[in-house]
């Protein structure tokens, strides 16, 4: 039971860093914020979303299955 209520965070906050993700892309391109310069954006949102991917336990176990 445990690891299922931990699975289920996990994907939820997988699923909150890819909005917030989306939520900032979206600003800093329509110059409301300036949180990160664009060239900077293009990395952030590459880790932040590699790191959701590490979070999200469906992907995970997708790949242990390749």
Known sequence: MDNLISDAE???KSQI???YVGVVKES???GNSTIYLEN???NWAKWALDQAD???P???KA???L
């Open 54 to 56: 590490r979070l999200d």
């Open 17 to 19: 860093i890819c909005e």
């Open 63 to 65: 790949l242990n299955f």
């Open 58 to 60: 469906l992907k995970e």
């Open 40 to 42: 900077e954006l293009q």
């Open 10 to 12: 996990n994907w939820k």
């Open 28 to 30: 800093v391109m329509n």
